[in-house]
């Protein structure tokens, strides 16, 4: 048996009754005795109320308590012990902070329970709470879109159910067997493209011209047509399939497409105008600067590929520690090729011409490079270049470990993201079966995370008390917000 120790501080408005007054609790098989002076602070809340009912034996007590024994006079609560260890805390201390090991979510509804306030909760634990909310919401808008993918929006017909249908087409391989055989030959086409490109410029396998100029070997152009061919095919159907046409052009990822297959159509116009305007030397420049733009295909790898995901989005959430990295190799670079100018400007075959011109060295310094093309030729210049080189090894390393830390975090939060939707999945079939199955997605599912250790991330449908868990997002609401990451479907309600 715990106790809490009794007030420590005393409250003027309290009755005298109140103050000599305890009433005893048994909290899961947990006895607790509670005094009145405490309780009255707060009148509003269930344990106050139970005071009211205790010295005036009203017939109340049945419904605010689970049971209640008038021989021994304690009143048993089928709650969590260690839950209402931190709500007395409100009577004795004016606020609550959540222990370590209590689910934030289930926390709230016993707060909910014994009518106290959520204010009365620390700001800290309150940050706590927003986060897993919000992790919560995360896993259940990725829950529905599994189930979107996977089945479909019941109530679409007509043209918007094809288009529904053809988006699952192209944009998600786990939603059929067609779909993963279409994402497979997309990752193949890219790799053969980027691969005919990078061999098309090695001379043994170019042919000459009737002029006597190298020009691509003539199997690779085909090579690259079909490619070509099929990256235009696939960005078509994938343009049809959405409403939202300025959301899918002005994508990044959508963009990166655009500009695989524009350079290709680009000199293919200009080679019907004849072999004169082709001539011209400004159209061969343009002609050069898209060809080298066609490396952009590349990029595609990102759309099929998780890990570079991760990786875009490590970096975008690493913005901060990049600048610092960037601040500190541009101060580095500035000072050290000042000072490295100065102290060879005597020697008489210095290489350093120029500030300017220095910075070329202090870079490839800092970064440990050396190319060895720029060096210092007196002493002073030496030490400059060691302390350099010493300094730029500490700010590189500096941001290092919290980007890498981000990138952790992120990989991590999105395999506990996948395998928690999937579980809730199977949860949903287990419960409710595959004829529920379909009502199941239209619910508001509570899903509380019971523990995360070592990447093992244990949900649970929904608290075992009952009660409204947390609100997920409607169905439109998660095609949208699965547009503005990987351009995802977006309904024409949402559109207009």
């Known amino acids: 048996m715990w106790a809490i120790q009794r007030t420590r501080h005393g409250d003027g408005s309290a009755s005298g009754a109140s103050d000599e007054t305890e009433i005893v609790v048994n909290i899961g098989g947990s006895k607790q005795v509670l005094y009145g002076d405490a309780l009255s602070r707060y009148p509003d809340t269930r344990l106050a109320e139970l005071l009211d009912c205790s010295l005036g034996a009203s017939e109340e007590t049945s419904v605010l308590c689970d049971d209640y024994d008038p021989d021994t006079g304690e009143f048993y609560f089928d709650r969590d012990p260690d839950a209402f260890r931190c709500i007395t805390e409100l009577y004795y201390y004016g606020e609550i902070h959540i222990k370590r090991g209590i689910c934030p979510i289930c926390f709230m509804k016993e707060m909910e329970f014994w009518k106290v306030d959520p204010d009365f909760l620390d700001d800290c634990c309150k940050c706590q709470l927003k986060e897993v909310e919000d992790e919560l919401a995360e896993i259940a808008e990725k829950v529905r879109t599994i189930l979107v993918d996977r089945d479909g929006d019941p109530s679409a017909a007509g043209w918007l159910r094809f288009q529904m249908c053809l988006w699952r087409l192209m944009e998600k391989p786990e939603s059929s067997l067609p779909a993963h055989i279409i994402a497979i030959a997309s990752f193949i086409f890219i790799l053969v493209s980027s691969v005919v490109m990078c061999v098309g410029t090695i001379p043994?396998?170019?042919?000459?011209?009737?002029?006597?100029?190298?020009?691509?070997?003539?199997?690779?152009?085909?090579?690259?047509?079909?490619?070509?061919?099929?990256?235009?095919?696939?960005?078509?159907?994938?343009?049809?399939?959405?409403?939202?046409?300025?959301?899918?052009?002005?994508?990044?990822?959508?963009?990166?497409?655009?500009?695989?297959?524009?350079?290709?159509?680009?000199?293919?116009?200009?080679?019907?105008?004849?072999?004169?305007?082709?001539?011209?030397?400004?159209?061969?420049?343009?002609?050069?600067?898209?060809?080298?733009?066609?490396?952009?295909?590349?990029?595609?790898?990102?759309?099929?590929?998780?890990?570079?995901?991760?990786?875009?989005?490590?970096?975008?959430?690493?913005?901060?520690?990049?600048?610092?990295?960037?601040?500190?190799?541009?101060?580095?670079?500035?000072?050290?090729?000042?000072?490295?100018?100065?102290?060879?400007?005597?020697?008489?075959?210095?290489?350093?011409?120029?500030?300017?011109?220095?910075?070329?060295?202090?870079?490839?310094?800092?970064?440990?490079?050396?190319?060895?093309?720029?060096?210092?030729?007196?002493t002073l210049g030496r030490c400059n270049a060691a302390i350099s080189f010493l300094c730029g090894v500490i700010a590189i390393a500096l941001p290092i470990h919290p980007i890498i830390n981000n990138f952790v975090l992120v990989y991590n939060k999105q395999q506990v993201l996948e395998t928690a939707a999937k579980h809730e999945i199977e949860l949903m079939a287990l419960r409710s079966g595959e004829g529920e199955l379909e009502a199941a997605r239209g619910a508001h599912n509570h899903v509380c995370v019971a523990g995360v250790r070592d990447n093992a991330y244990t949900p649970l449908l929904k608290d075992p008390r009952g009660g409204a868990g947390i609100r997920a997002r409607s169905m439109e609401t998660s095609f949208e917000s699965t547009a503005e990451s990987t351009d995802c479907f977006i309904s024409p309600e949402k559109t207009s």
């Open 204 to 378: 043994d396998l170019q042919v000459e011209d009737s002029e006597g100029n190298l020009t691509e070997n003539p199997t690779l152009e085909v090579i690259e047509t079909v490619c070509i061919g099929w990256f235009t095919i696939e960005y078509i159907l994938r343009f049809i399939s959405t409403p939202n046409k300025k959301t899918f052009v002005l994508a990044f990822m959508n963009v990166i497409d655009f500009m695989a297959i524009m350079p290709f159509f680009v000199v293919l116009i200009l080679s019907s105008f004849g072999t004169g305007v082709m001539e011209l030397a400004n159209v061969q420049q343009a002609v050069q600067a898209l060809r080298i733009m066609r490396i952009a295909r590349i990029f595609k790898l990102a759309r099929h590929s998780s890990g570079l995901q991760t990786l875009t989005s490590a970096l975008k959430s690493s913005f901060k520690e990049l600048g610092l990295l960037l601040m500190y190799m541009g101060v580095g670079v500035f000072l050290f090729s000042a000072l490295g100018y100065t102290m060879e400007q005597s020697h008489p075959e210095t290489l350093f011409t120029s500030i300017p011109q220095s910075f070329w060295w202090a870079v490839i310094t800092m970064t440990t490079v050396g190319y060895g093309d720029v060096y210092p030729k007196t």
